[in-house]
Structure formats: structure tokens, C-alpha cells
């Protein structure tokens, strides 16, 4: 549910903890009165100035910077003020409660309460303003969030490409020729003496396979950029000493990861993600996958489960030093029985040889021969996983996408193609055609949020951090 987007709104615009400097953000209609009280003088538009912010007897909160953004010359649209103090917990959250509480107090000037109705904000409130005030798209709203969540370098880049409008500018180019497209189809059935010869006069047919052309390019990129947003998984399985952390090492090479963690996962415990060409690669180890008693423990092997239960494909690494040992090939086997009964269907297992470096003469084996020490195969092994995840292109022009924006395009792919099915038949029923464009074209606004239920706005704004 959106929450009353007309209440002023404050919130802790920085990370919890502590840090040098952190901010409170306040966005309403008229903060004039709210500024007076907390700041004691006026602010210049887009101005830094440093003083005291004071509490209700007048005494010094703390010192700072403060900014004022007339509407409708901020992120939100509205009046926004910036308090920027230091960045203790304490000290930030007496700073909110003091604009809190000036909001309530009754301005001598006019009577009334300094700002009416301020409250905390709910996450992603901001940027919702800046949406439905039209500062932003959803699919830039959307890119905030992602930004601040990149994981990798490439997934923050194409994430800020998308908060530019890269992604919305090419949304709009195909949204305008569906447009021209429906007009030609609607002005058919709206005088029926313009009968299909005038659809095929106007080379419909041609400008529909141009856009069919246009929208494939658009999901290539977005299906892209989806997989720089949530990675893949895999699973790196192997007996004691085979190679895993090494193998881990290896493939994360210069890329080491920013984060470490899976969300939802026990952190160093059995996954850590690294990132390949910027493809964020979450990989769960099952060492840590053992029978346990502990009950702490337990917990963290079925959260490793269910991640495994998700995988995109399994690692199985073998140890080429002990390959002819009879205890050893017992052991690989008991492994993959345990995978083959846990792992859905479909999902690949890589076999892959450790240890090239350490024997003579390798034998032929079916999978890659690699070396975790000496690097030997490591490139192969990561083209390998890319293939799997299905990425093609060179994360230079893609833009950071979501689950949601990759189905809404296959949905106007969907229509757009059967449109082009109507066109091409022998008796085209127009108004079927009509109708399938008018679909492609909703689909289409849902990604910017040009056309969109409430729930789903909702959902989305409702995943952003506070203060955002
Ligand atoms: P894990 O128990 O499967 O995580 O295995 P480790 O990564 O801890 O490696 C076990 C041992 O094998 C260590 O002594 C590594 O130095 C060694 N090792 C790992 N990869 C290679 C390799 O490619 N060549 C050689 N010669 N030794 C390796």
C-alpha cells in the first residue's frame, strides 16, 4: 500500500552507525517555518551554511551544514532540507526528533503548527515523491535502490547508466513506435473505407518488424543487465583438500568481491560471492555442508540448501593427484549421489581437475583440467561459468534491470509478435491487431510506470532503505 504522499516526511537520510558526517532529510510543501525554528535564520536556495541547529529552548543540538531545496528544484520535487551534523547515532536521531517536534510547535506568526502532519518517512519515500512528482521514472526509481545495492563494479556503473535514463530513453523510443504503429491500425478501423491497403501502403508490416528488431535489442541488453544485478549460483563440491578455497581464489583473482555475503545466508560460514567480468558469482561450498548436531549450525546448512536448491550450476572439483586412489572415487561417488538426490533437475555439474601442475602426464578426463596454484585453465573455467549464466555482451551499454523489467519486455515481445502474426495473415482481423499493440504498449508503461496498479508501486518503494 502507498502510505499518504502528501505528509511531510523526515528520516536518517545516511547508513546506521557511526561515521563523520550524516544527514536528516526533510521533504514537504512549506518548511519555511520548520527552518526557522530549527536553523533560526533563513537559508539561501542551494546554499551550505554552517550553524547551530537548536533544540526547543534554543540551545545547540549540534553544528552543522544546512541546506534548503525549494520546491521544485529537489530530488523529491518539494521543499527538501538537508541537515547535515555529525554522524553519531545519538546525535542524529536528537536531530530528528527535534524536527519532530518543531513541526508540532505552534509558529507565533501564524498560529498554526510549523509543519503539519510531519512524520518519519517509510523507506524509499523520498524516492517515491520524486516518482509520482514526476522528477524521476519507476525505472529510475528502481535504479536508486540498485545503485546503493551494487555489488560489483559493473552492476553500480550500468546501475547509474540506468538512473540517467539510459534504459527509460530506449523504453521510450519503442514506446513511440508502438504508438505511431496503433495510430496507423486505429485510424483502419476507425474509417473502414481505409481498408488493409492502407496498412500495407503505410509499410505497417515493415514497421513492426523494425520494432520487433529494436525490442529484441532492448531484452538482450535488460536480460543482461538483470544478470549483473543478481548473479548466478553455484555450488563448488569436492572432498577435503581438492582445491576449493583455492579454486575460490583463483576465480575471484583481481576481482575481489565488495561483499561477501549472500542476503539470507550465513556470512563465511558456506557462501561467498565473487565476481566474474563483474557478474556477481554467488558460490556455496558443501564443506560446510556436513551432518551436524549443532543446532546453530544446522540452521546455516538448510539456509545453504534452499541457495542450493537455486543453483545455476555445480562445480565438482576432483583432486588429479589422487584420481587413480580407489578411496577417493568412492568418495567423489558418495558426493555426487548426495547432489544428484538434493540438486532440482537441469541444473549443469561441471566436472573440473585440480592440481594440473602436480602430476606428470595427465590422463584424458572428461571436463577441465585446471591448475588453482599455477592459474592453468582458470579463464576457461570462468568463460565457462559466464556461458552458463548466459552472458554475451561486454557490460559497456548495458543498464541495470530487474526481474520485473526483463518479464514486462517478454510480455511486449509477446504481443508485438502476435500482432506481426495478425499482419501477415491472409485476412487480418484488426481489431485483434489493435488490441494486441494496445497490450504491448501497457506492458511497455509498466516498466517507467507510466501505467501501473498501486500494489505494484508499492512493493517496489517498499524495498528501498530509509531515508531514500
Ligand atoms: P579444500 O579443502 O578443498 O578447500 O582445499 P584447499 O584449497 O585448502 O587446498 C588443499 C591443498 O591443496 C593445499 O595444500 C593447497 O595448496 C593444495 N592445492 C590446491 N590447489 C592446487 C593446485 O592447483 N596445485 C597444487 N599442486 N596444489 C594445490
Known amino acids: 500500500m502507498l502510505s499518504n504522499t502528501t505528509d511531510p516526511i523526515v528520516a536518517v537520510a545516511t547508513a546506521a552507525g557511526r561515521g563523520a ?28 551554511t554552517y550553524l547551530p541547529f537548536r533544540d526547543a529552548a534554543g540551545e545547540p543540538v549540534d553544528h552543522g551544514l544546512a541546506i534548503h531545496f525549494p520546491a521544485p528544484h529537489s530530488f523529491t520535487g518539494e521543499d527538501v532540507l538537508e541537515l547535515q551534523a555529525h554522524g553519531g547515532a545519538v546525535v542524529l536521531q536528537l536531530l530528528l526528533a527535534r ?31 520524486a516518482f509520482l512528482n514526476g522528477k524521476i521514472d519507476l525505472a529510475q ?16 556503473r550500468s546501475a547509474g547508466r540506468s538512473l540517467s535514463g539510459a534504459f ?39 514497421q513492426l518488424a523494425a520494432l520487433q528488431a529494436q525490442l529484441a535489442a532492448v531484452r538482450r541488453r535488460a536480460q543482461q543487465g538483470a544478470l549483473l544485478r543478481e548473479g548466478i549460483k553455484v555450488v563448488i563440491a569436492g572432498q577435503p583438500n581438492a582445491g576449493k578455497s583455492s579454486l575460490l581464489n583463483a576465480l575471484a583473482g583481481a576481482e575481489l568481491a565488495i561483499v561477501s555475503a549472500v ?52 562445480l565438482f572439483l576432483h583432486d588429479l593427484t589422487r584420481a587413480d586412489d580407489a578411496a577417493y572415487a568412492s568418495g567423489d561417488g558418495d558426493i555426487l549421489a548426495s547432489l544428484q538426490c538434493k540438486l532440482p533437475n537441469g541444473v549443469p555439474v561441471l566436472d573440473v581437475w585440480n592440481k594440473h601442475d602436480a602430476v606428470s602426464a595427465a590422463a584424458q578426463r572428461d571436463g577441465l583440467v585446471l591448475s588453482a596454484k599455477t592459474g592453468f585453465g582458470i579463464e576457461a573455467l570462468r568463460s565457462r561459468l559466464l556461458d552458463i549464466a548466459g552472458w554475451q555482451a561486454v557490460p559497456e551499454g548495458v543498464y541495470l534491470a530487474r526481474a520485473r523489467h526483463v518479464q514486462a519486455l517478454r510480455q511486449v515481445a509477446d504481443h508485438v509478435d502476435r500482432a506481426a502474426g495478425q499482419l501477415a495473415a491472409r485476412l487480418p482481423a484488426l481489431d485483434l ?7 504491448a504498449q501497457n506492458a511497455l508503461n509498466e516498466i517507467t510506470g507510466e501505467f501501473g496498479a498501486d500494489e505494484l508501486l508499492g512493493v517496489i518503494f517498499s524495498r528501498f532503505c530509509i531515508g531514500k
Do not use: Y
Not at 491487431?433 to 497490450?439: D, K
Open 168 to 206: 527509460s530513453r530506449e523504453i521510450h523510443v519503442l514506446r513511440d513506435a508502438l504508438v505511431h504503429l496503433r495510430m496507423l491500425v486505429e485510424a483502419t478501423l476507425d474509417f473502414p473505407e481505409e481498408d488493409i491497403d492502407f496498412l500495407q501502403k503505410a509499410d505497417a508490416a515493415g
Open 141 to 156: 526509481a528502481e535504479a536508486i535502490a540498485d545503485l546503493i545495492d551494487a555489488s560489483t563494479e559493473a552492476a553500480a
Open 263 to 314: 542476503p539470507g545466508t550465513t556470512r563465511d560460514v558456506v557462501a561467498q560471492t565473487i565476481q566474474i567480468h563483474g557478474v556477481p558469482v554467488h558460490v556455496a561450498d558443501t564443506a560446510g555442508l556436513r551432518e551436524s548436531h549443532d543446532e546453530v549450525e544446522q540452521i546455516g546448512i538448510a539456509r545453504a540448501w534452499n541457495q542450493i536448491e537455486s543453483a545455476d550450476a555445480v
Open 21 to 48: 558526517v550524516g544527514i536528516v532529510r526533510v521533504s514537504g510543501a512549506r518548511l519555511a517555518p520548520l527552518i526557522a525554528a530549527v536553523c533560526a535564520k533563513p537559508l539561501r536556495p542551494r546554499e551550505a
Open 433 to 439: 491487431l489493435a488490441e494486441e499493440l494496445r497490450l
Open 99 to 129: 524536527c519532530l517536534e518543531a513541526a508540532a510547535e505552534v509558529d507565533g506568526a501564524t498560529g498554526r503548527a510549523r509543519l503539519p502532519g510531519l512524520r518519519v518517512a517509510q523507506p524509499g519515500e523520498f524516492s517515491q515523491r
